[in-house]
């Protein structure tokens, strides 16, 4: 099993670009889940999703939309990219909402 | 004030050192608690989950959850270089709706 695998690893965009992230998990876990990581903020979460098709508003979610259109997949869009965006983002997946939740290893991304 | 606060350090101890590494939270309705461990470059991984008061241990890990006083403890005992990484607290509420994350310790272990 790979469990959670983000794609790409990096990545360096401009002021107004767009791009999406994806997060795709293969131990049939029902919840989904992506978080920010920034200095001195801890995980701050952004959206998550609860089954397939199903998707909902975290702590920090202005600027992000995210869509899960098969179990194993969740992503993560940014449609019009800000400075304030540059951050490293993980994706974690879950059996249910007691689950330990299992990370994958991080997308860095950096907006000039 | 954030509803977990925890010292980011960095920490440098010798190897073979115990070391202590805490959080406090605010909220009373977290029932459940966790110790990650992140290396650097990588995602976090779950170390130990408790919750209720008291200790948990596991191998050189030892977590110590104090609810009347919303603190958390992580201890590692006869710490190793590989101990290095930033350790990350992360409390939870009983519905397991709301995960909250501390902002994670940045521990070195000399050899």
Request: with cysteine; net charge positive; hydrophobic share 30%.
């Amino acid at each position: 099993n790979a469990g959670v695998t983000q794609t790409p690893k990096f990545r360096v965009l401009k002021t107004g670009q767009s791009m999406t992230l994806l997060c795709a998990q293969d131990m049939n876990h029902e919840y989904m889940y992506w978080y920010r990581q920034d200095p001195g903020m801890g995980l701050r979460l952004i959206h998550y999703s609860v089954g397939e098709g199903t998707t909902a508003k975290g702590e920090v979610p202005d600027g992000y939309n995210v869509s899960r259109l098969k179990k194993q997949n969740f992503l993560l869009g940014l449609e019009s990219a800000a400075p304030s965006q540059t951050s490293v983002y993980f994706c974690a997946s879950a059996r249910d909402s007691t689950d330990t939740q299992y990370f994958g290893p991080g997308t860095r991304l950096t907006v000039l | 004030q954030k509803e977990v606060e925890q010292d980011p350090g960095p920490l440098s101890v010798p190897e073979g050192a115990i070391v202590s590494l805490n959080c406090t939270y605010s909220n009373s309705a977290f029932q459940y608690f966790m110790w990650y461990r992140q290396y650097s470059r990588k995602g976090p991984e779950l170390l130990m989950y408790t919750y209720s008061s008291g200790n948990k241990e596991d191998g050189r890990f030892t977590a110590q959850v104090d609810k009347s006083s919303k603190y958390i403890s992580l201890f590692i005992r006869d710490s190793q270089p590989s101990d290095s990484a930033t350790y990350l607290c992360a409390i939870r509420d009983t519905g397991g709706f709301k995960t909250i994350f501390g902002a994670g310790t940045r521990l070195f272990v000399k050899a």
